[in-house]
């Protein structure tokens, strides 16, 4: 057999109709009115807030010298 002879071209045909009648047949339970079922979302994500005793305030000094 040569490798452009016609009966390889049949060959792969029929190997890709074997196979998909076969992958067909073994999902055939899961077929049904619906492609694929609703999405559903994620709840969103809070990020967390700082306390109030981690708030950085700047020294009093500093706001002097960055006045003048």
Partial sequence: ??????????NFALGFAAGGLL????TIDQWGPELESHAIAAQPLEAPQPADEFLIVPFEADTAENAE
């Fill in 1 to 10: 057999m040569t490798l452009f002879a016609p009966d390889l071209y049949r």
């Fill in 23 to 26: 992958v067909g047949a073994a």
